[in-house]
Nanobody, 123 residues
Framework: VQLVESGGGLVQAGGSLRLSCAASGSTFTINALGWYRQAPGKQRELVATITSGEEITNYADSVKGRFTISRDNAKNTMYLQMNSLKPEDTAVYYC?????????????????WGQGTQVTVSS
């Protein structure tokens, strides 16, 4: 699976951006897609995820009500609409695809990552 992000940039606080993540390769076995971010000096953290099939979404508390994750299966593309941006949202945003394999007594997961796109929110 190959993932390519786009849509990052510089925006003022209160503004909006939409990130895109185009997936290619063996995408039909992907179980979930997600966005993560990493600010300087901090660990990578989950922003939002969306499952395949039922498209169940999950958000970090810090972005609930401001960010919306979605996907277009026909285009193999995932999006992150970011509204009411804050300076603390500044980070490199990474697209993630996860494949999960279930066995009788274990679960295995494979994670795939994009190269990241910089989002900078000025105050």
């Amino acid at each position: 699976v190959q993932l390519v992000e786009s849509g990052g940039g510089l925006v003022q606080a209160g503004g909006s951006l939409r990130l895109s993540c185009a997936a290619s390769g063996s995408t039909f076995t992907i179980n979930a897609l997600g966005w993560y971010r990493q600010a300087p000096g901090k660990q990578r953290e989950l922003v939002a995820t969306i499952t395949s099939g039922e498209e169940i979404t999950n958000y970090a508390d810090s972005v609930k009500g401001r960010f919306t994750i979605s996907r277009d299966n026909a285009k193999n593309t995932m999006y992150l609409q970011m509204n009411s941006l804050k300076p603390e949202d500044t980070a490199v945003y990474y697209c993630n695809a996860r494949k999960t394999r279930y066995y009788i007594d274990s679960v295995e997961e494979d994670d795939y990552w994009g190269q990241g796109t910089q989002v900078t929110v000025s105050s």
